[in-house]
């Protein structure tokens, strides 16, 4: 978004009109991107709701010169999934974490590609990786920020994450 | 460059980075490593086709839980507005709100009760040992200790059993055995557990025959607290002739055989030994010295490898273990550690053959 500042000033003038705008033009990704993280579409819904409103009542958590809105978009809605995946833990049995991740998982769209069902088996910080690496097209210093991670470990952990959906992607295929 | 060093690289390739001119020279001549190169961004490529079906999706309207509205601009109005200075107002604002949040803590405090009872346990009006208890999380539900006091050995295990309203159930096993050793009785039963109603403020008495009473006290707290020797006014590099075992996992050809739950001891005299007692397998005792009948490892970071008739042995820990590279392993098998609190395995410092009883099991 080449006028992140311009529509950002707008914002945090209280301009609601601006705001729906924001969310209009990246809510389709941004909870496509959620889907795939916590598992079902109505959480994802839920969690992007929960995101936007966020940012709209603390609007002085962005800043537009520390980098890209829509960076600071994903990585809002990527520190809600994981507290919706928290409050999910904490209401079931820590070993029943997994188990619930599965059922999620296995609730969602029937007809889904191998590649689609080997990544819905990654971990959740993996699949956030992939996703807003390669749908997304985030930048190594984008990714850095969105996961709080250094930049020196997006591309080792980009490689980890390939890996993992390359080794289950291979056993979905022996089995298909 | 190996395909393993160059596999990162490839995967780096996918996104536009510019590799080293080795490994791009690799690539271009290695089969695998293009097949990998291509299993990539076909996978890349899937899942922005994926991706694609579901960005069309309609997705709700936007509904936002506060929106600013009526009191922000009241804010705002009145902040433009002001006729005392902004600076004095920031600083009346600040303090209205420190001065409720420290009412509110000392609420919170008054009131405090957490998912965990921190109870501290004397004997002798000697230095209270802390034992943590969760109410939630049974792995967490139990502590104990044994340790020399005087010319005999002093024991006991605490765990929690229920709740009632602001108050504990606890079941006690507590021994003193003047021999200098036993922690239980020499045929292995264990010692009759005793229950004890506690709240946390009181003072519990727990008498313990032949020694006199144990001394508990406790509070609630809200998180399991650490109380590993390894404190915060530990640097990490051991010192000349520390032996830091720290909650170690120990394995035999690639797998656990036990997992010590996070015990952990530190021998920091030279020609200390640190011993290992895993249950079925018997008594690893670790030495920074050569020990007759032991087996030379290497320490490196927070891990030591070696051998044992043939077997490869990797000891795993959660910090550095030594400066010196070479440990020595002496390996007892067969040796049976009578206490029930060793029954998952155990580590410690002292002279084990002198203080903690063993009998040999016969083959």
């Not at chain 2, 009473?213 to 509070?219: A, D």
Request: net charge negative; proline share 4%.
């Amino acid at each position: 978004m080449a006028d992140d500042r311009e529509l950002w000033k707008r914002i945090t003038e209280g301009d609601e009109r601006a705001f729906e705008d924001f969310y209009s033009q990246t809510a389709p990704r941004l909870q496509a991107f959620l889907r795939h993280i916590v598992g079902s579409p109505e959480a994802a819904e839920d969690v992007a709701q929960e995101t936007y409103a966020k940012i709209w009542s603390r609007l002085s958590g962005y800043k537009p010169e520390a980098g890209q809105l829509r960076a600071y978009l994903y990585g809002a809605a990527r520190r809600q999934a994981m507290d919706w995946w928290r409050k999910q833990s904490s209401t079931r049995r820590a070993s029943d974490g997994d188990a619930v991740e599965d059922i999620a998982v296995a609730s969602q769209i029937e007809k889904r590609s191998v590649v689609e069902d080997a990544f819905q088996r990654l971990p959740a910080e993996q699949r956030a990786l992939l996703w807003l690496r390669e749908v997304e097209g985030q930048s190594y210093d984008e990714l850095a920020a969105i996961l709080d991670i250094p930049m020196g470990t997006v591309r080792s952990r980009l490689f980890a994450a390939r890996e993992a959906l390359r080794k289950i992607w291979h056993g979905e295929r022996r089995s298909v | 460059m190996t395909c393993n060093e160059a596999a990162e690289f490839i995967s780096a390739l996918c996104d536009g980075e510019t590799i080293p001119r080795e490994a791009a020279e690799h690539i271009g001549i290695c089969k695998a490593c293009q097949a990998l190169l291509t299993e990539y961004l076909e996978m890349g490529a899937e899942l922005r086709r994926v991706a694609s079906l579901a960005a069309h999706e309609a997705v709700r309207p936007l509904s936002l839980k506060k929106k600013r509205g009526a009191i922000a601009a009241f804010w705002q109005k009145g902040w433009e507005t002001m006729r005392i200075p902004r600076f004095a107002f920031a600083i009346l604002l600040a303090g209205i709100v420190a001065l409720g949040l420290s009412l509110a803590l000392a609420k919170v405090h008054a009131h405090a009760e957490g998912n965990v009872v921190l109870l501290k346990v004397a004997a002798n009006h000697g230095p209270s040992h802390p034992c943590p208890l969760s109410i939630v999380d049974r792995k967490n539900a139990e502590c104990g200790r044994s340790w020399p006091v005087g010319s005999g050995y002093l024991s006991y295990s605490i765990r929690f059993l229920s709740k009632e309203d602001n108050r504990v159930r606890l079941g006690v096993r507590a021994e003193f055995d003047s021999r200098g050793g036993h922690v239980s009785s020499a045929d292995g039963n264990a010692v009759a557990e005793k229950q004890y109603s506690f709240e946390p403020g009181e003072t519990l008495q727990i008498e313990v025959a032949g020694f006199g009473p144990l001394t508990v006290t406790g509070e609630w707290i809200d998180y399991m607290p650490y109380f590993g020797p390894l404190d915060l006014e530990h640097n990490l590099e051991p010192g000349p002739d520390e032996l830091r075992i720290i909650s170690p996992v120990l394995l035999k050809a690639k797998e656990v055989i036990v997992d010590f739950g996070g015990d952990s001891v530190i021998a920091d005299q030279k020609d200390d030994l640190v011993w290992l007692y895993v249950p079925g397998d018997g008594l690893y005792e670790l030495s920074l010295s050569p020990l007759a009948g032991a087996v030379e490892g290497h320490a490196e970071n927070n891990r030591i490898s070696f051998q044992i008739d043939g077997q490869s042995y990797v000891l795993l820990t959660g910090a550095p273990i030594a400066r010196s590279t070479q440990v020595w392993i002496l390996h007892t098998a067969n040796v049976k550690l009578a206490n029930p609190q060793f029954s998952h395995g155990a580590v410690g410092t002292e002279d084990v053959n002198h203080l903690i009883p063993r009998s040999k099991t016969k083959n």
